[in-house]
């Protein structure tokens, strides 16, 4: 997470932290997580942070839409007009996303979305044949009291839990080619736990889905890469 907050900094005037101590299984963090994100606040790379409780009777997609409302809520209250959400293994570089914010205030655009490069670890960099992976990121999005994650209105192909639906009298959509999210879904010492806590919920198709995608990113050419995100190697 901290490489990843440092990663969009420079660009970000709020950044607020949403967690939990427990994960989507109902399994306690084997390592107390608070006094962790209260350091990276102290350390300047976050302003707020809040804790989610997880409901286990819930649907996931319903949870995951809950809690990055809290976040919406809190960025609202500390007076921002734009919201962009991200996961802890998502990274931008810094000089592209102030490009890219740049051209959204100038435009009025109000939901924007980028493509996604996936990496296999920092070192390592999938290259996907053309249409293998053509999937969005929502980035930057106007937002006001009355936003909500999870709209319904499908410019790109993106994670429907992280649509932001706005009421706006002219709402103004655009799509970014040449900008990308930097993503490293599987560059974790505890993957398993990402098939585990989905198995313990009991969903099956779940589980299989992300297995599938593992095992079928492995199949697309890999190219070094710098570890351009200075991320910790293990």
Same mark, same amino acid.
């Given at each position: 997470?901290?490489?990843?907050?440092?990663? @969009?900094?420079?660009?970000?005037?709020? @950044?607020?932290?949403?967690?939990?101590?427990?994960?989507?299984?109902?399994?306690?963090?084997?390592?107390?997580?608070?006094?962790? #994100?209260?350091?990276?606040?102290?350390?300047?790379?976050?302003?707020?942070?809040?804790?989610?409780?997880?409901?286990?009777?819930?649907?996931?997609?319903?949870?995951? !839409?809950?809690?990055?409302? @809290?976040?919406?809520?809190?960025?609202?209250?500390?007076?921002?007009? &734009?919201?962009?959400?991200?996961?802890?293994?998502?990274?931008?570089?810094?000089?592209?996303?102030?490009?890219?914010?740049?051209? @959204?205030?100038?435009?009025?655009?109000?939901?924007?979305?980028? !493509?996604?490069?996936?990496?296999?670890?920092?070192?390592?960099?999938?290259?996907?044949?053309?249409?293998?992976?053509?999937?969005?990121?929502?980035?930057?999005?106007?937002?006001?009291?009355?936003?909500?994650?999870?709209?319904?209105?499908?410019?790109?192909?993106?994670?429907?839990?992280?649509?932001?639906?706005?009421?706006?009298?002219?709402?103004?959509?655009?799509?970014?080619?040449?900008?990308?999210?930097?993503? &490293?879904?599987?560059?974790?010492?505890?993957?398993?736990?990402?098939?585990?806590? #989905?198995?313990?919920?009991?969903? !099956?198709?779940? $589980?299989?889905?992300? $297995?599938?995608?593992?095992?079928?990113?492995?199949?697309?050419?890999?190219?070094?890469?710098?570890?351009?995100?200075?991320?910790?190697?293990?």
């Amino acid at each position: 997470m901290e490489a990843s907050l440092k990663s @969009i900094r420079p660009v970000c005037d709020y @950044i607020n932290i949403v967690y939990s101590e427990e994960s989507w299984s109902g399994e306690k963090s084997p390592v107390e997580i608070k006094p962790i #994100l209260d350091d990276l606040v102290a350390r300047g790379l976050a302003d707020e942070v809040l804790e989610y409780k997880i409901d286990s009777k819930s649907k996931k997609a319903r949870e995951q !839409k809950r809690k990055r409302n @809290i976040g919406m809520k809190a960025a609202l209250r500390a007076g921002c007009d &734009y919201l962009m959400s991200m996961d802890s293994d998502e990274f931008y570089i810094a000089d592209e996303l102030e490009k890219l914010k740049s051209y @959204i205030l100038e435009r009025k655009i109000t939901h924007s979305y980028c !493509k996604l490069m996936l990496y296999e670890n920092p070192n390592k960099m999938y290259i996907p044949s053309k249409g293998a992976y053509n999937y969005y990121v929502q980035t930057f999005c106007k937002i006001n009291r009355f936003s909500r994650f999870g709209g319904n209105i499908r410019v790109a192909r993106c994670d429907p839990t992280r649509r932001i639906h706005t009421w706006l009298r002219i709402p103004k959509y655009f799509v970014f080619e040449g900008w990308y999210m930097h993503h &490293y879904p599987f560059y974790r010492k505890d993957l398993c736990t990402k098939y585990e806590n #989905l198995s313990r919920r009991k969903n !099956k198709r779940s $589980v299989e889905e992300v $297995v599938a995608w593992r095992e079928g990113m492995k199949s697309l050419p890999v190219v070094e890469c710098g570890n351009i995100f200075d991320m910790p190697i293990f």
